[in-house]
């Protein structure tokens, strides 16, 4: 079993949606929780933080944390075509910066 | 601010011969490095972990003689891939630990390196 689940889409979405984009996971040892944006041939962007359980809201997106149930979420309210992306979510066991673990990615397409 | 480049940002190469890729951290001190490799639709690989004055530490199944890493100074790791071979191509990712109080302390990645060994 991997350490972090996550579902590889494609989704599509028409523009204005909210998307909810979730991992899961194994090791209930994690304790800080990120999102990244990746365009494509571009590295991944940091969009979102997490420590512990709880919501993050940054604009637009939506971070929540479900240690109990072993899942996170990032929505995106009011999705545009430039959030056509992969996002990815990273987990770690501490603050140090060291290992992360990342799921593969879920492709998202906004169509104008 | 934590801003990472990478250079060049893109490579063609003979088979055979050496590339090698640069990460820099343009606005802060990285006392760890990262770099990935990311093949078509998946996730990134975590190839090894880089700190400033010591040895890299690879994971496993990476081999250490053919990903030469250097992390000479605080803002300035190299990853050469050694004697290249077409399997080699791939996207090469680096990342930096920004630990700077007051700001989350996590990775910031770099914009990438395709190589593409012919």
């Known amino acids: 079993q991997k350490e972090v689940e996550q579902d590889p889409g494609p989704l599509s979405v028409p523009e204005g949606a909210i998307v909810s984009l979730n991992c899961t996971y194994s090791?209930?040892?994690?304790?800080?929780f990120m999102w990244y944006r990746q365009y494509s041939r571009k590295g991944p962007e940091l969009l979102m933080y997490?420590?512990?359980?709880g919501n993050k809201e940054d604009g637009r997106f939506t971070a929540q944390v479900d240690k109990s149930s072993k899942y996170i979420s990032l929505f995106i309210r009011d999705s545009q075509p430039s959030d056509s992306a992969t996002y990815l979510c990273?987990?770690?066991?501490?603050?140090?910066?060291?290992?992360?673990?990342f799921g593969t990615g879920t492709s998202l397409t906004v169509i104008p | 601010g934590a801003v990472v480049s990478q250079h060049p940002s893109r490579v063609i190469c003979k088979s055979g011969t050496s590339v090698k890729i640069e990460c820099r951290s343009l606005?802060?001190?990285?006392?760890?490095m990262f770099w990935y490799r990311q093949f078509p639709k998946q996730s990134l690989m975590l190839m090894a972990t880089?700190?400033?004055?010591?040895?890299?530490?690879?994971e496993q199944g990476v081999e250490k003689d053919k990903f030469l890493i250097n992390h000479a100074s605080l803002t300035l790791s190299t990853l050469t891939v050694t004697s290249a071979h077409p399997e080699d191509s791939s996207f090469y990712i680096c990342?930096?630990?920004?630990?700077?109080?007051?700001?989350?302390?996590?990775?910031?990645f770099g914009p990438g390196t395709r190589l593409t060994v012919l």
């Open positions: 990342s930096a630990r920004n630990p700077i109080a007051g700001v989350e302390d996590t990775q910031y």
């Open positions: 090791n209930s040892a994690f304790q800080y």
């Open positions: 997490t420590y512990s359980s």
């Open positions: 990273a987990m770690a066991y501490t603050n140090t910066g060291n290992q992360f673990y």
């Open positions: 606005d802060f001190q990285a006392t760890t």
């Open positions: 880089s700190n400033e004055g010591s040895k890299a530490t690879y």
